[in-house]
């Protein structure tokens, strides 16, 4: 893809419809996009077939365009995208940077210490495999040195792989590639110049920017907006059942999401068109004013 001063993306995991957090992302990832003139994509990701549901993927499309979004180039979709993470895979191996584990997770959990996402890899298969197995996890070896990032709406950011996370797995032994190593691929592959999405994924980051240094890819810059909560504190997703998007309310939910980021859409747009609520939030967006803030509860939305 030729490169844009700026090109930003929306890459939805098809688990469900779009609700109201996933919309909290795609509206600030496009809105800072087309604010800075960049270019705004969709990326598909269906890399865990299991976690996913029949006919996401569609209804998330039609979602998005009933909000009236309008991305630039067809959707990607990474379960076509395989022939890129095994040649950065083979790259890490010629370079010495994986290595192949056995490792079951009961026997991880034995061995392991806490760290801020479960276990600590505790780097048993570092040095060659514990024990012969018909199919191995590969795991990236991390250095024990902080990675630092400024994030754009969350500020100096610092984390040490090997303290808080360790050598972390870029495909599993089921053949499934990670959403670390897709996503660093994908990025750099279609030339993603600035990363907007939820904090719930910045503590992935370092992770993120750890595989970057070892693909000798660049680094985009990084915001991350609240996560849209319910009353009992968990983060809006499938799981904690959050209510589709009603579409025949696009515009109260758009005007919904700008409030939920800081943006004081003016009351008298809350029953607006998208359109109107876009032409608002084009000419008024400022990321600056996003709350600082990893979570917030959205009651009722
Ligand atoms: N697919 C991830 C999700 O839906 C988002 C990945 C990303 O934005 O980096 O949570």
């Not at 997703?237 to 009603?246: E, G, I, N």
Request: hydrophobic fraction near 40%; aromatic fraction near 8%.
């Amino acid at each position: 893809m030729a490169s844009a001063s700026y090109r930003g993306r929306f890459a939805p995991s098809p688990t469900g419809p779009l609700h109201f957090g996933s919309l909290v992302s795609a509206v600030g990832s496009y809105l800072e996009a087309r604010s800075h003139h960049g270019e705004w994509l969709v990326r598909i990701e269906d890399l865990d077939p299991p976690r996913e549901m029949p006919g996401a993927t569609d209804s998330i499309l039609r979602a998005l365009e009933a909000c009236g979004f309008v991305w630039d180039g067809a959707p990607e979709y990474q379960n076509r995208r395989s022939a890129y993470y095994e040649a950065a895979l083979e790259k890490l191996k010629r370079d010495g940077l994986i290595y192949p584990c056995a490792c079951t997770r009961k026997e991880i959990a034995d061995s392991a210490t806490s760290g801020i996402e479960g276990f600590v890899y505790p780097g048993t298969c570092r040095h060659g495999v514990s024990s012969q197995r018909a199919h191995y996890a590969w795991r990236l070896r991390v250095e024990d040195a902080d990675i630092f990032f400024e994030d754009a709406v969350q500020g100096k950011q610092q984390q040490n792989l090997a303290r808080d996370i360790g050598d972390f797995v870029l495909k599993r032994a089921d053949g499934l590639y990670a959403y670390q190593l897709a996503v660093v691929v994908d990025d750099a592959e279609q030339g993603i110049t600035h990363v907007v999405r939820g904090s719930d994924l910045i503590d992935s980051t370092p992770r993120q920017i750890a595989l970057q240094r070892a693909l000798g890819i660049a680094q985009p810059g990084y915001a991350h907006l609240p996560i849209a909560t319910n009353a009992a504190g968990e983060k809006l997703s499938k799981q904690t059942q959050a209510a589709p998007l009603d579409l025949a309310r696009a515009g109260t939910a758009l005007w919904s999401a700008l409030q939920f980021l800081g943006q004081q859409p003016p009351p008298e747009l809350q029953r607006a068109t998208p359109q109107e609520l876009w032409s608002w939030a084009h000419n008024h967006w400022n990321l600056e004013k996003a709350p600082k803030r990893r979570s917030i509860a959205a009651n009722g939305v």
